[in-house]
């Protein structure tokens, strides 16, 4: 990227639920920030193009914490479908039917609806027959993403096409993992589809292998009482029970769809500190349930929000499933909404370099036409999709036209 100075901004970085910078400045140089002036201060050292905010909105982008791209076009669930009912007898059998050709186009369009939407950030569980097509799309779009691919080996679960061993999953990891290894905007993860999808074996291959399968590890930990009962029937202890005893929680794990706990699991992952994703309006519809976020989030525990996918979501953009969150929690949104935004901040900081404005971070940021007296009541309360102007993502134009 090109030298860019942005002047006379409203800056809210994600740092603090109080934070608001104020006729700032910002200075970005080599895809980083690399300085935040306080206001007054127009960083006259640095040199390059200046664009002058007079007063709009700077946020980082946001973080879709949980997405499935291939789903879309699966048939949706009816309202008497629980989560098991429905993803054996739709979402097991219609996967394995799925065009690429079909699934690329659909994923193409998502993504360019979350970019429309300031999200720049996605982590993805994507279908192992359809992995190379979401990256290809991700890749084509390039928004920053965590794609976890979909891997089980337990057939009394999954249908055969889906189905394949450890090894061959870590094959394909390595593979892609390699293939995109200067890539600044995939990155690469396993993803055993959830508990009940893989056997005592697999687990304890990934165990063993754990360096190799790593950084990050994403799996489904539990998302109805159906599903423990699975996990009880293939491995006789409750979820994070399970996962704990095989050494795979710790803060690189992301456990989509943490619902329900029992106080030993709670226990075990307010020390480990694994990433939960909630998904209010999926879990809500399939489950009848929804994780106590704000449970969470004051024992240290990140959390963050994901949209699941568009065969499920009842919400068509983040900012609903923002709303849709704090409405089934009976909490305000000014309570809320901060806090589960901060620690999606952290969350992307810590996967993506960005998500937070500071002094090194990622040359990401969200620019909304909006000038707001508060900006953390816009956020929480008004903003839109229409409000954004432009996004940067390594300091290259993700959305919109940068005015110059």
Not at 7 to 36: F, G, Q, W
Not at 107 to 132: C, H, R, T, V
Not at 298 to 320: E, R, W
Request: net charge negative; aromatic share 8%.
């Amino acid at each position: 990227m090109d030298d860019l100075k942005l002047t006379h901004a409203t800056i809210v970085p994600m740092t603090s639920e109080k934070a608001c910078l104020r006729d700032s400045t910002l200075y970005m140089s080599e895809n980083r920030i690399m300085a935040i002036a306080k206001a007054g201060d127009t960083l006259s050292e640095y040199s390059g193009e200046v664009i002058d905010l007079e007063g709009k909105l700077v946020t980082p982008p946001f973080l879709n914490a949980h997405h499935h791209l291939y789903q879309t076009g699966i048939t949706k669930p009816h309202s008497h479908d629980d989560l098991v009912s429905w993803l054996k007898n739709v979402l097991f059998k219609e996967e394995p039917l799925l065009d690429k050709k079909v699934v690329y186009k659909n994923a193409l369009n998502d993504i360019k609806g979350f970019l429309k939407s300031g999200i720049g950030y996605l982590i993805l569980q994507e279908s192992n027959l359809f992995y190379d097509t979401v990256v290809q799309a991700v890749e084509s779009c390039k928004i920053k993403s965590l794609v976890g691919r979909y891997c089980g080996d337990n057939t009394e679960t999954l249908p055969d096409s889906l189905s394949e061993s450890p090894r061959e999953s870590l094959r394909e990891l390595l593979y892609y993992r390699h293939k995109y290894r200067n890539n600044t905007y995939i990155k690469v993860s396993l993803s055993p589809r959830f508990l009940p999808a893989v056997t005592p074996e697999f687990l304890d291959y990934l165990k063993n292998h754990i360096s190799e399968f790593g950084p990050f590890l994403q799996i489904h930990l539990n998302e109805s009482q159906g599903e423990i009962n699975l996990t009880k029937h293939v491995h006789h202890k409750d979820p994070a029970l399970v996962l704990n005893d095989y050494g795979l929680l710790n803060d690189s794990t992301i456990l989509p769809h943490s619902i329900y706990l029992t106080d030993e699991e709670f226990a075990i992952l307010s020390r480990k500190k694994p990433t939960l994703t909630t998904s209010p309006t999926t879990n809500l519809s399939l489950s009848g349930a929804v994780a106590p976020v704000a449970t969470y989030l004051a024992s240290g525990i990140p959390v963050g929000l994901g949209l699941d996918s568009f065969a499920t979501s009842k919400s068509q953009t983040y900012h609903q499933e923002l709303h849709a969150l704090a409405g089934i929690a009976k909490l305000p949104r000014k309570t809320l909404i901060p806090r589960i935004l901060l620690s999606s901040a952290n969350i992307a900081y810590r996967i993506f370099g960005g998500g937070i404005i500071k002094r090194g971070s990622s040359a990401d940021l969200a620019v909304f036409s909006v000038k707001p007296h508060n900006p953390w009541d816009y956020i929480s309360n008004h903003l839109v999709p229409e409000d954004l102007e432009f996004m940067l993502l390594n300091g290259g134009t993700a959305y919109g036209e940068v005015q110059h």
